[in-house]
């Protein structure tokens, strides 16, 4: 049984979406993406409720296993800051009524599972999504392939094995190269990667 992600990189203007299926062997299928938001003179509480709406809506049309969400960093515009963090609460909140669970992550966490690099730029990661899913086109707006990515890092992340399987080794491959061992390239890289900045905070 495939694992089913919804990623979400929350946004009041523009708030990607994107649900992928991940089988055991890390092979990533699309399928849905797209973006939810509002004109930036909007009211706050209709902007919140415009994605409240939407997030409920594909929650209930995609039915996910689990929610992957960006994590939210301070930054030097604090207005963008406080938007994206409302927006998130919105959508964590729909997915806790259904008992779906959330994990978040980090901008950089995602550069790297999907490109192999934690400093990619966006066109980079969406070029990756591109290879991984197999598109013939490149998912625009940025915000919607940032939604798939946040979905294909949390899935390779977490694993998309059930308790007592084995991944496909040598077999059918995520995009992001090779299967060895489990792993792609792109995988592997980001494991190498995480562990150099865990061994850098200590």
């Known amino acids: 049984m495939p694992l089913r992600v919804l990623g979400v990189d929350p946004g009041l203007t523009r708030c990607g979406l994107g649900v992928v299926d991940v089988e ?19 009211a706050l509480d209709a902007r919140l409720l415009a994605i409240s709406e939407a997030i409920e809506l594909w929650l209930d049309t995609h039915s996910p296993d689990v929610l992957a969400v960006e994590r939210v960093f301070s930054q030097l515009n604090v207005s963008t800051v406080m938007g994206t963090a409302q927006a998130s609460g919105v959508v964590i909140a729909a997915a806790a009524r259904r008992g779906i669970p959330v994990a978040l992550h980090t901008p950089t ?37 940032d939604a798939l990515a946040l979905a294909i890092t949390h899935a390779w992340r977490r694993g998309a094995l059930g308790p007592g399987q084995a991944a496909t080794q ?4 995520s995009g992001g190269g090779p299967v060895q061992g489990g792993l792609t390239a792109a995988q592997r890289l980001w494991a190498e990667a995480e562990a150099k900045a865990k061994r850098a905070r200590f």
Do not use: Y
């Open 109 to 145: 966490e995602v550069k790297a599972a999907v490109t192999g690099s934690g400093s990619a730029n966006k066109e980079a990661v969406g070029r990756m999504v591109t290879k991984i899913l197999r598109l013939t086109e490149m998912p625009r707006p940025a915000d919607a392939a």
């Open 24 to 42: 055991g062997n890390r092979r990533a299928t699309l399928v849905a993406v797209g973006v939810a938001g509002t004109e930036a003179g909007t």
């Open 170 to 173: 040598g077999s059918a491959s």
